[in-house]
Each structure stands twice: as C-alpha cells, then as structure tokens.
C-alpha cells in the first residue's frame, strides 16, 4: 500500500542558508500535517492543512512556512536556518475524519533528516 | 502541562516474553483518541495501535493490545511474545476532540529485547 512520501530523506545545509521539505500524502488523504523532532525529543507538531487551507498551528518558528497544494502535496519551507533546525522533521496524513471522531489514524512518512552545520 | 506521561525511559524484556509499556494522559475532553507508534534506529514512525475514549474493549493488533483504564486514564501498550525486532523507541500518543489536529506525543520508552 502506499505511504506518505518525503524528501529529501537526508539535507545538510550551512546556517542561514534555506531549506524546501517535500511530503506526498497517502492517496485521497486530504490533511496534511507536520512534525518536528529533535534529538532524543518526542516529536512536535508544526502545522497541518486541510483539503489546502491551514487548520493548525503549532510551535511553527516564524521562520518556517509551509502550504499544501492542489494535488494535496505539501511543502515546509524554512529559511534562515540555525544550528537548532537540525532535526528529523515528518510530514503525516490522514484521511476526511468522521464527525470529530478522533480516531482518524495519522500516518507517518519516514522522516527527512535536516543537518544544518 | 504534560498531557502524556510515559514514566519507564527504557525498558528490557527478554525474547519471546510479554512487556507493558505505561502511558497515562490527562484530558478534560470527552472525545479522544489514544495511539501507540513504534519509531526504529532508523527514524520512521510506525502506527500500531489505537484506542477510542468510547470504546467499551480494549484494542488489540496482533502481538499488542492496549490495557485501557479510563478512570485512571492509562493506556498501556502491551506486547507478547517479544522478538529481537521490537527492540525501538515506543511513543504513545493522544488526539483530543477539541483540538483534533494537534496529536501530542508522550517522550516515549526505549525498549530492548535480550536474546
């Protein structure tokens, strides 16, 4: 079955430079989400979109930016990036909830690692 | 506040014994959802288990099953038979009706499988 799909899997990058996270949704997912976790961290919830509209946020940096598209791919921009973005960041989908049933599972990518030196 | 509390940083189990890994979580809402995912040394998140606030049995996938106790709000993952592939980082996780987008993790128990 397919699963949520990121990329790049691994990035390095100097700091201040800028950094484009890639995420393709299970099929007919329509919420996206992202997660950030650093070392020996749980993860942390970023942002997460809905059929392409922001739905939430959570301890996003100013500096990051994120948005889903048409084809309900999603993309997180980060820029300026400091020694402290290093992280494993995942992007995560669930399919339409029913009601608010909460249940609805959220699927995880494999992860991107971001190393900024 | 915490809202997940995974209290064992690491636990050993040997080969093809059970294990329970603690979880208790704090939540005002009626609605909610509780997740176990299993994270491996190479990073990847993987869904196990779910358990509604609703629901009247336990949930059981396989080799887990989740020891629910919603007066005392734990959900324990359990897994029998362990095998030296359980060996992970295991999160335990919480999506609450009023803020359904915002799924919060515990800091997870690293668990060793011995052979």
């Known amino acids: 079955a397919a699963g949520v799909i990121q990329s790049p899997r691994h990035l390095i990058k100097e700091k201040r430079e800028t950094a484009t996270l890639k995420c393709y949704p299970i099929p007919r997912h329509d919420t996206v989400y992202w997660y950030q976790q650093g070392p020996g961290q749980d993860p942390q919830f970023l942002i997460s979109f809905y059929e392409k509209m922001q739905s939430d946020k959570g301890s996003i940096p100013d500096r990051f930016s994120a948005q889903q598209f048409s084809d309900y791919h999603s993309e997180l921009n980060m820029s300026s990036l400091e020694l402290g973005d290093s992280a494993l960041y995942f992007c995560a989908s669930s399919s339409p909830p029913v009601g608010h049933d909460p249940g609805n599972t959220i699927y995880f990518g494999e992860g991107s690692w971001l190393t900024v030196v | 506040a915490q809202k997940i509390t995974q209290t064992q940083p690491g636990m050993f189990v040997q080969e093809k014994e059970a294990v329970t890994l603690d979880c208790t979580y704090d939540?005002?809402?009626?609605?909610?959802?509780l997740f176990w995912y299993k994270q491996p040394s190479s990073g990847e998140m993987i869904f196990l288990i779910y358990?509604?606030?609703?629901?009247?049995q336990n949930a059981t996938e396989g080799r887990y099953s989740l020891n629910f106790q919603k007066a005392r709000k734990s959900a324990n993952l359990v897994i029998s038979a362990s095998q030296l592939g359980d060996s992970a980082m295991y999160f335990c996780a919480m999506r609450e009706e009023n803020s359904y987008n915002d799924m919060r993790f515990g800091a997870g128990t690293r668990l060793t499988v011995k052979p």
């Open positions: 358990q509604g606030s609703y629901d009247q």
């Open positions: 939540t005002s809402d009626p609605s909610y959802g």
